[in-house]
C-alpha cells in the first residue's frame, strides 16, 4: 500500500554511515545491519515508550547507484549530538510505502517493492533523491517514506 503526504521535516539524532546500494548487496561490504546493531547498542536504553526510531536516507551522490548516508536515528531527546549526528529530513511531497511482518526481512522486501515501483514503466512519480526515511511504527510496522517531486 502506498499514499502520497506532505510531510513536515524532523530533525533526529542517531549515528550515520555512507555506503551504496552495490555495497549492500554483498555481506563483506555491507554496513547499514551493522549501523543498526550500534544504534540499538547504543541507544536502545535511551528509548522511551514516546520514542521514534527511523533509517534516514539523505546526501545522495546521485541516484539508486551513487553513494548515500544511513541515518539509525531517533527523535528521542536523550540521544545528545556529542556522540552522535543530527539529521533534518526535508519537509515536502513523499510517496509513503507501508509494510508488515518481522523484521529485518519486512524492510527488506518493502525496499524490493519500491526499487520495482519506481524502476516500472507506469510509474507516476519522480524522486527527488533528497531525504528519503523508514519510520518504524511498532516492532512489527514500517512506513518508508520516499521524497517525490511536486
Known amino acids: 500500500?502506498?499514499?502520497?503526504?506532505?510531510?513536515?521535516?524532523?530533525?533526529?539524532?542517531?549515528?550515520?554511515?555512507?555506503?551504496?546500494?552495490?555495497?549492500?548487496?554483498?555481506?563483506?561490504?555491507?554496513?547499514?545491519?551493522?549501523?543498526?546493531?550500534?544504534?540499538?547498542?547504543?541507544?536502545?536504553a535511551e528509548l522511551t515508550k514516546n520514542s521514534h526510531v527511523y533509517g534516514v536516507y539523505t546526501n545522495y551522490e546521485s541516484d539508486v547507484t551513487g553513494d548515500f548516508d544511513v541515518i539509525?536515528?531517533?527523535?528521542?531527546?536523550?540521544?545528545?549530538?556529542?556522540?552522535?549526528?543530527?539529521?533534518?529530513?526535508?519537509?515536502?511531497?513523499?510517496?509513503?510505502?507501508?509494510?508488515?511482518?518481522?523484521m529485518p526481512d519486512a524492510i527488506i522486501d518493502l525496499w524490493g517493492e519500491i526499487w520495482q515501483y519506481f524502476s516500472s514503466d507506469d510509474c507516476r512519480y519522480t524522486r527527488t533523491y533528497t531525504s528519503d526515511f523508514e519510520y518504524y511504527k511498532n516492532a512489527n510496522e514500517v512506513e518508508i517514506a520516499i521524497a517525490i517531486a511536486e
Open 1 to 44: 500500500m502506498m499514499e502520497v503526504k506532505q510531510l513536515a521535516s524532523k530533525t533526529l539524532t542517531g549515528l550515520k554511515v555512507r555506503t551504496c546500494n552495490a555495497n549492500e548487496m554483498n555481506t563483506g561490504t555491507a554496513k547499514i545491519a551493522d549501523l543498526w546493531q550500534r544504534f540499538a547498542d547504543k541507544y536502545t
Open 72 to 102: 539509525a536515528c531517533s527523535d528521542a531527546q536523550s540521544i545528545h549530538p556529542r556522540d552522535a549526528v543530527k539529521v533534518t529530513t526535508t519537509a515536502g511531497r513523499y510517496l509513503v510505502f507501508t509494510g508488515e511482518g518481522e
